[in-house]
């Protein structure tokens, strides 16, 4: 129950920062969930 809480929680945050991005642009809930799943790539310093 507890690695389910995590989950849903972290997917949440990835949708929630992802859709303020993103505010204003038109949107499927299709895209919104492959782009919060995709992995996020690290700037090089």
Same mark, same amino acid.
């Given at each position: 129950?507890? !690695? ?9 945050? *990835? ?15 299709? *895209?919104?969930? *492959? ?5 996020? *790539?690290?700037?090089? !310093?």
């Amino acid at each position: 129950m507890l !690695a389910a809480v995590t989950l849903f929680a972290w997917l949440s945050i *990835k949708i929630y920062r992802w859709g303020s991005l993103n505010y204003g642009n038109k949107t499927s809930l299709r *895209k919104i969930f *492959k782009e919060a799943l995709r992995s996020e *790539k690290k700037a090089v !310093a």
